[in-house]
């Protein structure tokens, strides 16, 4: 027996887990998008994903990586208010960087684990938020410093979420050394390219964040564990991933969740991820499937009941069919719900469902289509 360590497992929505599992190439190219700075166009990237996928650590994690190569990095959820958020953590980022005024001077600059500025002469700035954050970046930028901005959660219809890509788009022609990344879910980061007013943003970088093969999850969990301070059994490693059904926060969960079956034991067995594994089941209910149900329309869900007839794939016809529906409605419908991650396609005219136990939960939930 040993005495319990922290458990270092981060299922908390926002933390950043000891291993980026199955996120590899997405790091090796951002590290060298910072390490490169202006031009390299992964320096503008859209990550869009279903819940549970791991957006939130992943922006965190990336941060952190610019921050270990010299730039100064914000991080805001898309809410009112963000931009004020943007230019008051940028400021502070740079040690207690407040207002660098038309008439303030960088005075000195001390880059190491953490970015430092001082100023001469700090005032109040005057002017809008572009005017500011220029200023902000024309000094930066002649230290060679950059700024990275990560936005969660985007929302299309966000008036400053239109602004910020817009004015993003300035600080770019000017060849200004700045990053903007945008995570969200995939409709939501699909209607914020449409609009005309951000049609540049329909060159930025993207990745579907998709779920993780099996033996990266395997990976992530058994280094988890060893960083821990325990070990774990094969079999449980087994169990664990299959529990995980390749979503990085479903690993986090059941991860957290076996190791508190016994925490003061030297190793993880398959029992502590059997128990573990239905309480983090039940998290991830709560904290996601309900939460994804509510974003659905009456007829997202009905086309989802009629998915329920079928064991694994369904046939779009036959979906067709069951709702009484020409095919082109089908369509319509199944664009919509793959955008929102809760389906996938299986081939040109099957759709499975992709959202771990969501199939389980709308049959709870709802029952099979009324007839």
Same mark, same amino acid.
Request: charged fraction near 25%; include cysteine.
């Given at each position: ?20 599992? !199955? ?48 730039? %100064? ?12 958020? %943007? ?14 005024? /038309?008439?303030?001077? $960088? ?39 950059? $700024? ?35 995570? !969200?879910?995939? !409709? ?12 540049? $943003? ?6 579907? $964040? ?49 190791? /508190? ?76 719900? %793959? ?14 469902? /992709? ?17």
């Amino acid at each position: 027996m040993v005495s319990a360590s922290k458990n270092p497992f981060t299922p908390t929505f926002g933390r950043v887990p000891a291993l980026m599992t !199955g996120r590899e190439q997405i790091l090796a190219e951002m590290t060298r998008a910072f390490e490169s700075g202006p031009g390299n166009p992964n320096l503008s990237t859209i990550f869009a994903g279903a819940r549970g996928t791991g957006k939130t650590a992943l922006l965190l994690h990336l941060s952190r990586v610019a921050q270990e190569q010299g730039w %100064i990095s914000v991080n805001v959820s898309c809410i009112p208010g963000m931009l004020e958020d %943007i230019a008051q953590q940028a400021y502070e980022a740079a040690a207690d960087l407040v207002d660098p005024s /038309e008439h303030a001077r $960088l005075r000195s600059v001390t880059i190491g684990s953490v970015v430092g500025v001082e100023w001469d002469n700090p005032e109040v700035p005057a002017g809008n938020w572009r005017t500011r954050m220029s200023r902000l970046l024309k000094a930066l930028n002649a230290q060679d410093i950059g $700024l990275v901005i990560t936005v969660d959660e985007v929302q299309p219809n966000l008036d400053e979420m239109i602004q910020l890509a817009s004015v993003y788009q300035h600080f770019v022609g000017e060849e200004r050394k700045v990053s903007l990344l945008l995570a !969200g879910l995939p !409709g939501k980061m699909s209607s914020l390219l449409r609009n005309e007013s951000v049609s540049f $943003l329909r060159r930025a970088n993207k990745h579907t $964040l998709r779920p993780i093969a099996d033996e990266e999850i395997a990976i992530g969990i058994r280094y988890t564990v060893e960083e821990g301070g325990r070990t774990i059994q094969a079999p449980a490693i087994e169990a664990a991933v299959k529990a995980s059904e390749g979503f990085p926060y479903l690993m986090q969960l059941v991860g957290f969740q076996s190791w /508190e079956q016994r925490p003061h034991a030297d190793e993880i067995t398959l029992d502590d991820v059997n128990l573990g594994a239905a309480m983090a089941r039940k998290n991830f209910v709560e904290r996601v499937l309900e939460a994804t149900y509510f974003d659905l329309s009456p007829n997202d869900v009905r086309f989802l009941q009629a998915m329920l007839e079928d064991p694994e794939e369904s046939r779009l016809a036959d979906i067709a069919e069951r709702l009484g529906e020409a095919s082109n409605y089908t369509s319509t419908y199944k664009r919509r719900l %793959i955008e929102q991650g809760v389906i996938g396609e299986r081939g040109p005219s099957f759709v499975a469902f /992709e959202l771990p136990g969501f199939r389980d939960y709308l049959a709870q939930k709802c029952g099979p289509l009324s007839k």
